[in-house]
C-alpha cells in the first residue's frame, strides 16, 4: 500500500488527472473533448487540440471504417467467450445500474441493454458514434475518461473491453481500476476484457522477426514513447490487487489470428479476428507511427503495412493474441489507493 501511495504521490502535474466539474457525471471543463475531428492519412481522427502535452492522445481513428471494424471485432469476442456478453456473476435480472468505460459504437452495451432489460445502461465515449435508436434502457453519454470520474458508489456493474491494446491509457491503474473502484457500489463488479499487445504462437511457425510479431512490438514501443502502454494486460490482475479489490477472477484466453484452429468455435472466433486485425492495420499504425517515429505516409503503408496484411493473409497456424478476463467485486476489498490531494 505504501508504494502504491508514493507511486501516485510521485506523479507530475501534468499526469494528473484533473479535477473537474461533479454535475455533469464525469465531467468536463473545456471543449477539448468536444473539440470535433481532423483528417490525416485519408482517416478521422478526434482532434486532440492543446490536450496533446496534457497526453491526451488516442491515436486511433474514428470514422465509418473504424466503426465497422468494431463491430466485427465485438462478434470475434461474442464467439470466444462462448455468445457471453460478461463472465462476471452480476444478476442479469436485477435492476441495477451499468457503465461501459469507452463504449465507441456501443454494440456491447446495446447487446447487454437487450439481454438485461432491467439494466439501466450507461455507455461513455468521447466520440459521438453511437447510434441513436437504442433500447429504451441505454444512456450514451461523450465524456473523456481520463478525467476524473465524479461516480462514488454508484455502479453495480463497471466493463471495459479493447481498451489497452488500442492505446486508450496513460496508467490504467489510475486512470480506470481505482476510478472503477470508487465508482462501484460495496458488491458491485468490475470486469476487463482487454487484448494483450503481443502476436504469439506455440510451435514455432511465426518466428520473432517475421513482420507480423514486428509490427506488434513496434507499436508497443511507439505506445510506450507516447505515453500509451499497450502491452500491459498481463498486469491488470495484479493491479486489481493493488487498488484494494481481493478475490481477483481472471481467464486466460487465446484469440485465434484466422480460422486455423480445429475448434469450431475458435475457428468462427479467428475468422472475425483476422478481419478485425486486416482492418485495423492501418488505424493502430498511421497515426502512432507518424507521431513516435516519424515515419511518413508511404513507408508506413508500402514497407510496413503490406507485409504484415500479406503475412495475416498466409495464416500463419496457432499465431493468437491473448485475450484478457478480469473480474472482482468491490465486496472483497478495501480501497488501497490514495488519490493525490490535487485529483481530489
Ligand atoms: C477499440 S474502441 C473499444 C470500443 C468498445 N469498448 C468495444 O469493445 O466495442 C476504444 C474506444 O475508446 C474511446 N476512447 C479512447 N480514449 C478515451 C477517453 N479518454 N475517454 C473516452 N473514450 C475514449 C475511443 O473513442 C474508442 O471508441
Known sequence: MESETSDVMNRSDDDDLPSLQADSGIGIDDSSVLNGCIFLFGRQYRDWGPAKENCEQYFCPNDEQELERLDIQHHAFLVLMDNKLHFAPVSTTSPINVLDVCTGTGIWAIDVADECPRWDVKGIDWAPMQPAWVPPNIKFEIDDLRRLWCYNNIFDYIHTRATIYMGCWKDFKLDVIHQAFNGLQPGG?????????????????????????????????????????????????????????VDVQQHALKMPIGNWSQDTRMKEAGSYWKVSMERALEGLSLRLFNEAFGWELADITVCRLFVVLVEIGMLIPSSYVRHYSIASDKISGTHLFTPTPKSL
Open 189 to 245: 463488479w468490475f470486469e476487463c476484457q482487454e487484448i494483450g499487445g503481443l502476436v504469439e504462437c506455440d510451435d514455432g511457425t511465426l518466428p520473432s522477426d517475421a513482420p507480423l510479431t514486428s509490427w506488434a512490438r513496434a507499436l508497443n514501443i511507439a505506445g510506450s514513447k507516447m505515453g500509451r502502454p499497450r502491452d500491459v494486460s498481463g498486469r491488470i490482475s495484479e493491479w486489481y490487487k493493488e487498488v484494494g479489490f
